[in-house]
């Protein structure tokens, strides 16, 4: 035992021995930094779905704008109608998980699905962005009976309380 020590130590004290790693030492740091400037997941610009989340909140609050101006000028004594939503989040992706139970303690894991040639979290659901306040500007809004109508539609399309709607009379 004593002499493969021994025999370590000179390889060490070899001048070429230190040449060798500290060359091989310099190349490792060049690959991790190659690596991280290339191959970063962590770029904003190579993540879409950042900017699809934001996007994705603005078609929804659109898309259901619309429909609601369709369905409130359907409604006797509204008329013409003007709706503005205010969006508090972006979808939310819910991913399905396990929980695995122990005798003191659980633990919950992603459930992971082989996609062709990548693996990703197997999506549950998708939630639809909160709608914290909804403006209704409408022909029919000084009437109160109309705008009792408004409050008890938009409450129910969108299943938020009636503080958070306003109604009013269009010019």
Do not use: W
Request: proline share 4%; hydrophobic share 40%.
């Amino acid at each position: 035992m004593q002499d493969i020590l021994d025999k370590l130590r000179d390889i060490v004290k070899k001048p070429i021995f230190l040449k060798v790693s500290a060359a091989i030492g310099i190349i490792m740091i060049v690959i991790i930094l190659i690596s991280d400037i290339s191959g970063g997941d962590d770029d904003p610009e190579k993540r879409p779905t950042d900017k699809i989340s934001f996007e994705s909140a603005d078609i929804y609050a659109a898309g259901t704008e619309e429909r609601l101006c369709i369905m409130l000028s359907e409604i006797e004594g509204v008329g013409k109608a003007k709706v503005m939503l205010t969006i508090t989040s972006t979808e939310e992706y819910v991913y399905a998980e396990t929980q695995k139970t122990g005798s003191s303690q659980s633990e919950n894991s992603y459930v992971i699905i082989d996609n062709g040639s990548q693996k990703e979290a197997l999506l549950k659901k998708i939630n639809n962005p909160a709608v914290s306040g909804v403006l209704v500007v409408c022909e029919g809004g000084d009437d109160p009976k109309v705008c009792e109508k408004v409050y008890i539609a938009v409450s129910t399309a969108l299943n938020i309380p009636t503080n958070k709607i306003y109604v009013a009379e269009m010019k």
